[in-house]
Nanobody, 124 residues
Framework: QVQLVESGGGLVQAGASLRLSCAASGLAFSRHSMGWFRQAPGKEREFVAGINWSGRITYGAESVKGRFTISRDIAKNTVYLQMNSLKPEDTAVYYC?????????????????WGQGTQVTVSS
């Protein structure tokens, strides 16, 4: 049974940092690309950042470039999202997802597995 479990969310002030973690189990982690998505109330789920299976290729949405960094630790079956300089508009539920394709996919449809999400709230 595949499980993706996110952690690290919380309530912070604008300008602060958070690091989200996503622990994966039940899948060949090193053969999956991973992505982070977020969904704010009343909005569609949007791509935040992705990393390919080897960790050599990463891609981030324009709205988070220069502030968010995705990484993965294959030995720990974990993917991370380091979020710096947080803004109120970053407030959302953040989800991690796993995709069996080789490259980074910046859309939710192709992802095969999803976590339950972790809330990030940034106050002004």
């Amino acid at each position: 049974q595949v499980q993706l479990v996110e952690s690290g969310g919380g309530l912070v002030q604008a300008g602060a940092s958070l690091r989200l973690s996503c622990a994966a189990s039940g899948l060949a982690f090193s053969r999956h690309s991973m992505g982070w998505f977020r969904q704010a109330p009343g909005k569609e789920r949007e791509f935040v950042a992705g990393i390919n299976w080897s960790g050599r290729i990463t891609y981030g949405a324009e709205s988070v470039k220069g502030r968010f960094t995705i990484s993965r630790d294959i030995a720990k079956n974990t993917v991370y999202l380091q979020m710096n300089s947080l803004k109120p508009e970053d407030t959302a539920v953040y989800y991690c997802a796993a995709d069996r394709t080789i490259g980074v996919v910046a859309a939710p449809g192709p992802y095969d597995y999803w976590g339950q999400g972790t809330q990030v709230t940034v106050s002004s």
